[in-house]
Structures are given as C-alpha cells and as structure tokens.
C-alpha cells in the first residue's frame, strides 16, 4: 500500500506562511488531496490535484494557500501564505479515487491513503 508521510507544520503568527510536504512511498496516480480539520469542525478537503492535473482550491483559502506537486520525488506540496488563527488545525495529505475523496469541503471519508498528519498552529 501507499504511505504517505507528512511534514513543514508548526507553529507561526498571523500573516506568517508554511509550506507542507507529503511524501509518497510510490508515484501517485489517482487524486492527491490536502484536508484539515480545525477546532471545532469537521474535516474538510481544501486542495486537491486530480489525475488529469487540474488543480483546485477551495474557496475560502483561494488567493493564499497553492497546491503543487513534483512527481520525480512523489511530493505534494501546500504553500500557506497570510495565515490566520482559523487555519489553525491538524493537515492530511490523502489520495483516493472518485467525488466522496476528493471533492473540495468534503471528509475524504472514501479516500484510501492517509497520513498521520501534521500540526499547524496560527497565533493572532
């Protein structure tokens, strides 16, 4: 199975930006999806690179958060810029096919790779 392993979070100010990786043990072929869970709410998915390349961002951290990813060295990427007290939260990286994995907002509950995560703190 795929392992994914994440890192770069930590702990910053309001403005600040980090940038997370998710290395994969293997080229990852299906939809490659950064998700965080936040205090208080529901895990979401907020970016997510599809097969066919086509990057997408959710909305309400458009314009600050980019999703990239280098497939030689099976990395995806989640470049967080002007970070607010409200990103504060637990990220994935995940990779699963279909809508119930990868759509924006949504859990991942049908994603079949996880990471164990990494933390990332705001303070204001």
């Known amino acids: 199975p795929v392992q994914l392993v994440e890192s770069g979070g930590g702990s910053v100010e309001a403005g600040g930006s980090l940038r997370l990786s998710c290395v994969a043990s293997?080229?990852?072929?299906?939809?490659w999806i950064w998700f965080r869970q936040t205090p208080g709410k529901e895990r979401e998915a907020v970016a997510h690179i599809l097969n066919t390349g086509d990057i997408n961002i959710l909305d309400s951290v458009k314009g600050r958060f980019t999703i990239s990813r280098d497939n030689a060295k099976k990395i995806l990427y989640l470049q967080m810029n002007n970070l607010k007290s409200d990103d504060t939260g637990m990220y994935y990286c995940?990779?699963?096919?279909?809508?119930?994995?990868?759509?924006?907002?949504?859990?991942?509950?049908?994603?079949?790779?996880w990471g164990q995560g990494t933390q990332v703190t705001v303070s204001s």
């Open positions: 995940a990779a699963g096919w279909g809508p119930d994995c990868y759509a924006l907002s949504g859990s991942g509950r049908a994603c079949t790779y």
């Open positions: 293997e080229r990852i072929y299906m939809p």
